[in-house]
């Protein structure tokens, strides 16, 4: 079992910077995949990034590349989501999610746990 908890969100201006973390326990870390995904009001869960175990392969949705990033700290079980130049529509709950394995996973259904989520509002 693997117990996940977000950290971080808030209110941003847009164009502001949020770093959102990811804690982890109960198992060793470094050996999941860990996901990022948000959810908007009526709308679905959707990908934005992910890191695979050791860190050596990171996936960035599109509609972020060039303003997120993704890192991992195995030695805190702490996977890290760095959000730059933020923007209205980024506003959503952020959700963070692990999974066994050394792949690149995007799909809700392909994580089997899930933290509670963070709040995320950008302001204009």
């Known amino acids: 079992q693997v117990q996940l908890v977000e950290s971080g969100g808030g209110l941003v201006q847009a164009g502001g910077s949020l770093r959102l973390s990811c804690e982890a326990s109960?198992?060793?870390?470094?050996?999941?995949?860990v996901g990022w995904f948000r959810q908007a009001p009526e709308k679905e869960r959707e990908f934005v990034a992910a890191?695979?175990?050791?860190?050596?392969?990171?996936v960035i949705t599109d509609s972020v590349k060039g303003r997120f990033t993704i890192a991992r700290h195995d030695a805190k079980n702490t996977v890290y989501l760095q959000m730059n130049t933020m923007k209205t529509e980024d506003s959503a709950v952020y959700y963070c999610?692990?999974?066994?394995?050394?792949?690149?996973?995007?799909?809700?259904?392909?994580?089997?746990?899930w933290g509670q989520g963070t709040q995320v509002t950008v302001s204009s």
């Open positions: 890191i695979s175990w050791q860190g050596g392969r990171t």
């Open positions: 999610a692990a999974r066994g394995g050394s792949g690149i996973y995007a799909r809700t259904t392909e994580y089997g746990y």
């Open positions: 109960g198992r060793t870390f470094s050996s999941y995949t």
